[in-house]
């Protein structure tokens, strides 16, 4: 049921991250690695997490398992770049935070010989490259499948072997429609990253309000957002051009709720405001009890403050 060789493309934050957990994890299995950039691919080469090919087609030949892992713009580009190398049999997956667009690309250039199931792992960081990536990034995170209406038997096997892989990697797997996905992660990261990106820029372009003092007085909350804000410009661009009825939707109703805050301020309905705030810390504890951040007080950051979390 197990994969014997993998291979990797896009050897980033996430593809990284897979190459160390699959190393960790004990699983039998070759590492193969590919990156478009030449200095990605000399770096990858001193971590000793796989072998780092000099072409796509070189990492996938004779792979059972072949990951995506490049940012979502990308993905036709890369998968048409090695479609004919894909060995009969092999699993093509994807890490992709966006999901409807990528299930639409690829699934049409996915030869009949293969078995495309597209995924997105829950789990990553604000930092980018192959220096980011850890083994334990994926440890009780959800992984999201989405995989196709393909009624071919080995279809099935090739989704239980996916889901098995990411367990391995210590991921929850859950199976969901692509729409579905997509509507998800709108709310829980696509939109939360914009607003972060979105009060960053307000805060620079403040002119009755210094840089210096936005920096140092950031400890009020700004510096939460500006880790969000951190993020990978390539990734984040692509994610908004990829997922945009999703965001739309919920940025129509995220633009809503905030009229209405502002509505509450604007006549002092200070009952109007605590039943919101309320709700929102109850949502708060539910995440901590789902195991999915920590109960420490300032998120667990060290005491002396450095940022990290
Ligand atoms: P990353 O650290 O920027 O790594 C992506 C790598 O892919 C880069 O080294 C990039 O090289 C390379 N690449 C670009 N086009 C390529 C191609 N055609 N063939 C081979 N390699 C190519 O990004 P990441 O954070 O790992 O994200 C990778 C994917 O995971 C994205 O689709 C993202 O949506 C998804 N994801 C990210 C997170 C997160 O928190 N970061 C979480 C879950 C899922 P260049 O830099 O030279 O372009």
Redesign the pocket.
């Known amino acids: 049921m197990s994969f014997a060789r993998i291979a990797i ?9 897979i190459a160390r957990a699959v190393g960790a994890s004990g699983m039998n299995a070759e590492v193969r690695l ?4 030449p ?2 691919r000399a770096r990858a080469q001193t971590l000793n997490i796989g072998l780092v090919c000099a072409t ?1 087609e070189e990492a996938v030949c004779d792979a059972d398992l072949v990951i ?5 713009g ?2 036709a ?2 998968t048409a ?1 090695l479609v004919d190398a894909l060995a009969d049999g092999a699993v093509l997956t ?5 999901k409807r667009a ?1 299930v639409d690309a690829l699934a049409k250039i996915t030869p009949a010989r293969a078995y495309f199931i597209a995924g ?11 220096d ?2 850890f083994a334990s990034l994926f440890e009780n995170r959800w992984t999201i499948l989405t995989p196709q209406d393909d009624a071919r038997p080995r279809y099935q096997e090739a989704l239980s072997r996916l889901s098995a892989f990411w367990t391995a990697l210590g991921a929850r797997v859950e199976i969901m429609d692509a729409d579905r996905h997509d509507l998800v992660l709108a709310i829980t990261s696509h939109v939360p990253h914009l607003i972060a990106f979105n009060i960053v820029a307000t805060a620079e372009d403040l002119e009755t309000v210094t840089e210096s003092e936005i920096v140092k007085y950031s400890a009020g909350g700004f510096r939460d957002f500006t880790r969000l804000a951190a ?2 410009p ?2 984040w661009r ?2 908004f051009l990829a997922n945009k009825d999703a965001v739309l939707e919920i940025l129509g109703r995220f633009t809503e709720d905030l009229a209405a805050l502002q509505r509450a301020i604007r006549w002092g309905d200070g009952d109007a405001l605590h039943g919101i705030f309320e709700r929102a810390r109850r949502v708060r504890r539910e995440v901590i009890e789902a195991g999915q951040d920590t109960p420490a007080p300032n998120w667990g950051r060290d005491q002396g403050g450095d940022g990290k979390s």
Do not use: F, R
């Open positions: 493309i896009g050897v980033g934050l996430i593809g990284s991250s590919y990156d478009a950039s200095d990605v796509a995506l892992a490049t940012p979502v990308a993905m580009a890369a770049g994807d890490v992709g935070s966006t990528v997105h792992p829950i789990a990553g960081t604000e930092q980018s490259g192959p980011a990536g993020s990978d390539v990734m692509d994610v």
